[in-house]
């Protein structure tokens, strides 16, 4: 049997949406689908045969001369790598618009957002049929995107799938998941990309995955997380919560304090993690070069990262190099990891008597640009307080589509405890047995 | 946060910004800050474990093995008979 997709296809569908950075030339592979299928990963996935640029123009010209552990796997299952969907730029973004290579446009209203930071990944998923996206979050970069463009955004705990060819945004909290179309590709991909891996130590002290032997019962509701969202939003979410009840999923109210402190302790950690991670771009390993090989060191790596670096980079090196400053390491870096700590005791209280928590992903539906362009970058980051708190404890989370408004999708995002991701696929497959996703069209 | 403070962090993250660059990271990073001084308000815990998992150290084992070829490594460099040319140090 062969796949209706093809080359041309594929390059029509990038013109119009952009959710390529990089894309194949040649579909011969795809000649036995099934069992072969198609599948894309994030352009900071290394992969042989790709550029692999992280959204960012200090990385054009970069060819991995390796696959990334999730690639490989995914690979020997038959599966045949499509392209490399564009994010924003080190996964620096919610909207998708910091890449330095275009910005992919939402399936659902083109003048709107896919999400960021994997928002060409959600695309994808969005808009081609039987097609799974490899991407990667840090403080919502699945969830976010996937909310937008109506997709099942799934990440799992950290840990859980090795980072081995991730080009690093932060590493205590950066973790590759899946975007997909049903509940039925988690079941089938998880295992795939999941387990211990030698070169990601992280990866090595997993439990064995369990994919069911679970049913919720009941979640738990922060009122926190309740406030200040668009009013269709939450009209959205309260709807679902009666449908969950119907499902014998049974929601309670709760109090959970520590989500006012998650998207600060948040934003250092990430912001110190990354202003040392991207010291390692300073136009001699990777990608782009510098200019005069004749001046200091300070001056090569200064100009080269300085003309490369997108505003949004530049912002947060200068954040995260001040907050680990002497002086301030105290006062924010220690603090943070304090509270994250804070924020793990927390939720696995409210685990103690409910089986999940439960939120919307997003306080709003996929903006469109010409609102992202007023928005400063504190209400930027602030728009991340709901898809924060998870990622920040390394708890696995899934986004699932529950409502629409104006034809824009909207989602809901139920947290598990650490390693428990089939409490996730259990109400995946039972909110999605039910619940009817609107897809912007297919082409294969 | 005044602009000779965001010059000296510039400085320590190898950036150099113009004036213009200055003037607006130096207001964004005042929001910034401003906003994560919620931080002061959250109680101390004491632990201030790295990875929000505990995480073991994983040894390989010490056996002879190619991963990567060198020279593919070396593709994406700037080489000159065979070494990897860089700025100057001093």
């Given amino acids: ?444 | 946060m005044d602009l000779e403070e965001v010059k000296g962090v510039a400085w320590n993250a190898r950036l150099k910004l113009t004036e213009e660059e200055m003037q607006e990271f130096a207001k964004d990073l005042e929001d910034v800050l401003s906003y994560f001084s919620v931080l002061d308000k959250a109680p101390d815990t004491g632990k201030h474990d790295f990875n929000p998992v505990p995480i073991s150290n994983v040894l390989r084992d010490d056996e002879v093995a190619r991963d990567v070829d060198a020279g593919s490594l070396r593709d994406s460099m700037d080489t000159y008979q065979d070494m990897v040319r860089g700025p100057r140090l001093t």
């Fill in chain 1, 1 to 444: 049997m062969s796949c209706h997709l093809t080359v041309e296809k594929l390059v029509t569908l990038n013109e119009r949406y952009h959710p390529f950075s990089d894309l194949t030339k040649d579909l011969s592979d795809l000649t036995d689908y099934p069992p072969k299928f198609h599948f894309s990963a994030k352009d900071n996935i290394c992969a042989l045969g790709f550029q692999a640029r992280a959204g960012s123009k200090i990385l054009d010209g970069y060819r991995p001369p390796f696959d990334a552990t999730v690639v490989r796997k995914m690979r020997e299952a038959d599966g045949i790598l499509i392209g490399k969907t564009n994010m924003d730029e080190f996964g620096f973004g919610t909207f998708c618009t910091n890449s330095a290579f275009g910005v992919p446009l939402n399936p659902h209203d083109v003048e709107r957002s896919c999400g960021g930071s994997s928002g060409g990944a959600a695309a994808i998923a969005a808009l081609l049929e039987k097609h799974v996206s490899l991407a990667e979050s840090t403080g919502g970069s699945i969830s976010c995107p996937a909310s937008f463009c109506g997709v099942i955004g799934f990440t799992p705990t950290y840990g859980r799938v090795s980072r081995y060819g991730l080009i690093d945004y932060a590493n205590s909290l950066d973790k590759i998941g899946l975007i997909v179309r049903a509940p039925s590709d988690l079941r089938r991909f998880l295992p795939i990309i999941s387990g211990p891996d030698k070169k990601d130590p992280t990866s090595c002290v997993q439990p064995r995955l369990e994919l069911d032997g679970f049913k919720v019962k009941s979640v738990a509701v922060p009122e926190e997380a309740l406030r200040n969202l668009d009013p269709a939003v939450l009209q959205a979410f309260e709807a679902a919560l009666g449908k969950l009840k119907e499902q014998g999923i049974e929601a309670h109210r709760v109090s959970m304090p520590s989500l006012g402190f998650a998207l600060a302790a948040y934003y250092v950690l990430a912001t110190s993690e990354a202003s040392t991670n991207l010291a390692r771009y300073k136009g001699m390993l990777f990608g782009v070069r510098g200019g005069h090989i004749d001046q200091s060191f300070n001056d090569y790596f200064s100009e080269v990262r300085s003309a490369n670096f997108g505003k949004e980079a530049k912002r947060r090196v200068l954040l995260g190099t001040y907050t680990r400053m002497v002086g301030f390491r105290d006062r924010y870096y220690l603090k943070a990891l304090a509270v994250r700590q804070l924020i793990i005791k927390e939720y696995q209280g409210l685990m103690e008597r409910d089986d999940a928590v439960l939120t919307p992903t997003m306080p709003f539906i996929a903006p469109r640009f010409t609102e992202i362009a007023k928005m400063k970058p504190l209400e930027v980051y602030q728009a991340d307080f709901l898809t924060v708190p998870p990622n920040l404890t390394g708890m696995p989370h899934i986004s699932l589509p529950c409502g629409y408004h104006d034809g824009m999708p909207i989602g809901m995002q139920f947290v598990a405890p650490h390693w428990e991701e089939r409490r996730l696929l259990d109400v995946a497959d039972r909110w999605c047995g039910e619940f009817k996703i609107r897809f912007p069209g297919a082409i294969a």
